[in-house]
């Protein structure tokens, strides 16, 4: 069992350097067997986080309770939970089994050769049997990564907490790794915390993702949910590569119109899409459409058109990526191989009202998606979410 | 371009050679000193590799038959010994203590500690020597021992808290806290085993330094018995009786073994120390 309740739970810096709120009120169900992502940027307090459910740090205010017991106030090794560092932190002067070995030595009673037959049983299922003897200096970072996640799944925790730990394999590896530690999860079914900037390691591993920014939950659900529906500007931006495009635009009855220096196009909104906007009140926006929702507008209605001029092309293999210059703004375009325009060519685009996102400009607050209302500000899509768990 | 690169090399170890012979010299001398007889020892026209009739171990057997040596190597062994643990058992938890955790007045403490080292001992004679006389040790081995680990405690602090710092990830800890450790016991059965190197080459500079010390042992005793080997070749070599300067390079030869000993012993683990690594 491994459920798992964040309650108002805050981290406060305090030196002399000044005070840094690294977690901000933070409330959060995690349920038992799941795998949750916290992303974010670097200093968004995913880590942290983690670190205060691990015990490596104190919390500040709040609860944090495992099964419905607070563990606040205890020591790491009384809180039966299991981490994966970045940097592994194997110890160098054992060898790869009393690395595994160790944690079950200090913290259960049993017998030397059940322990061994654990030891043996997980490095076999890791791929590192024929690695046991040998010192972790000796292992290559991929071998490294393998024995710290076995160290940590030896011990049959409550919890696993994975502290970014793929960021030092190469890319190649990091996808095998992915696909390992998912394959482990589906297996064990014990709750997962997993922590990374990657989002793209977050959509493919996650059962819930939680998007961190500044030390605030921005929003917490299915990694679908949070690509599809952003809860605000923040999650938007940072979930999808290459990232979503952005147009600061004003409502002028049933037209958005773009706010730059030569305000040359306006997007023309259905009724219901202005009625959800003028229900908003508000006038200044954000619209906000993916690169792959992004199609060309040779046949498109007028007034649903964006001309610019193509800046960059980047072939990727699969698909182009086009980078076009209107209004003064960077629209970026996901074309299928087949269209590859020269560099300073005019090319017309389209998106489909389906696929806008319109963000309030003031509080970057998700006000609608396609021709649907947003859920609501990200405190209360993230807290709704929570409820329902 | 082959003969560049081995002339270039060949100049270059010549002039190695030539700075090694330079830093070796003396040691030479003393060497081939130590093994002359008496009267090959003073004599100016000797040459600097005297025939091998010339050679004889009676100066290393006249330091031991003539003087107390024995006393003075087993008081230097209790004094260095002894310095070198008392500093250790205090440094280390110290040094870890500026190394990792934070607490009100970190920095200054540790930058004061440290300061002492560039601190010229010779203007704490006075002071130090009323201090011991106030406690009653003058003349003791004990307050020989205590002045000289309080005196090389800075610089173990130093050395070892660099290591804490960079050498010892604080993820290692943390794993050794979630493996089932206290914070006490991941220090001793992870972080200090870890430190070995560091703390091997902490304890041979303490050791070093208390083995050469001089002006501790000769302001802090004037009793024969309880001189090491230091200060007994001071007086020795100020003393009438003495001039046979065999006897005298044979007794610094037997100084410098015990330090070289010790290194030897020592000297797997002090390069990891001082590189800060493990």
Known sequence: MGAIDFDSVTKVYDDSSGTVVAVEELDLSVEDGEFLVFVGP??????????????????????????????TDKAPKDRDIAMVFQSYALYPHKTVRDNMAYGLKLSTDLTDEEIDRRV??????????????????????????RVATGRAIVREPAVFLFDEPLSNLDAKLRKHMR????????????????????????????????????????????????????????VADFIGSPSMNFVDVTLDGQHLRLDGPDDDWSYEVSDGLAEIVADAGVTEYIIGVRPEDVRLGDDAPAGKTVEGTVEVVEVVGSDNFIYLESGGQEFRYRAPTEVEPAVGETLTVTFDEDHIHLFDRDSGEAVAH???????SSRAVSRSVTAED | ????????????????????????????????????????????????????????LKSYGQ????????????????????????SLAFAIP??????????????????????????????????????????????????????????????????????????????????????????????????????????????LFS????????????????????????????????????????????????????????????????????????
């Open chain 1, 370 to 376: 396609g021709t649907s209302e947003a859920d609501g």
């Open chain 2, 94 to 203: 110290s040094a870890y203590a500026f190394a990792r955790l934070d607490f009100p007045g970190r920095k200054l403490l540790f930058y004061t500690a440290v300061f002492t080292i560039m601190f010229p001992w010779i203007v704490l004679t006075i002071p130090v020597y009323e201090v011991f006389t106030w406690l009653n040790m003058i003349n003791t081995l004990e307050a020989v021992i205590i002045a000289l680990s309080i005196f090389t405690l800075p610089q173990a602090i130093w050395l070892l808290q660099g290591f804490f710092r960079q050498g010892i990830p604080e993820n290692i800890e943390e794993a050794a806290l979630l493996d089932g450790h206290s914070e006490l016991t991941a220090f001793l059965r992870v972080v200090l085993p870890l430190s070995l190197p560091a703390v091997a080459a902490a304890g």
């Open chain 1, 120 to 145: 043996t049983e997980t490095a076999e299922m890791m791929g590192i049997g024929d690695l046991l003897d040998k010192k972790p200096g000796s292992l290559s970072g991929g071998q490294q990564q």
């Open chain 2, 1 to 56: 371009m082959l003969n560049d690169t081995r002339r270039t090399r060949t100049l270059l170890y010549l002039g190695l050679g030539a700075i090694a012979l330079w830093a070796l010299l003396p040691y030479l001398w003393v060497l081939r000193t130590s093994f002359l007889d008496s009267f090959t020892a003073i004599d100016p026209n000797a040459p600097y590799l005297p025939s091998l009739d010339n050679f004889t």
């Open chain 1, 42 to 71: 670097s200093g968004c307090g995913k880590s942290t986080t983690l670190r205060m459910l691990a015990g490596l740090e104190t919390v500040t205010d709040g609860t944090i309770r495992i099964d419905g017991e607070a563990i």
């Open chain 2, 63 to 86: 330091v031991w038959s003539r003087f107390d040596f024995v006393t003075f190597f087993t008081n230097s062994i209790i004094v260095s010994l002894g310095a070198t643990v008392i």
């Open chain 2, 207 to 278: 050791f070093i330094i208390a083995w050469n010390n001089f002006l501790w042992v000769f302001i802090l005793t004037t009793d024969k018995s309880q001189r090491t080997a230091t200060v007994a070749i001071h007086y020795i070599l100020g003393s009438d009786v003495m001039r046979q300067w065999n006897v005298l390079m044979a007794s610094a030869v037997l100084l410098i073994v015990p330090p070289v000993i010790f290194y030897t012993l020592a000297q797997r683990y002090v390069g990891e120390g001082i590189g800060g690594g493990y």
């Open chain 1, 179 to 234: 696909t390992e530690l998912a394959q482990i999860h589906n297996e064990l079914r014990i709750t997962t915390i997993y922590v990374t900037h990657d989002q793209e390691e977050a959509m493919t591993l996650a059962d819930r993702i939680a998007v961190l920014n500044g030390g605030e939950l921005q929003q917490v659900g299915p990694p679908k949910q949070v690509y599809a529906r952003p809860a605000n500007h923040f």
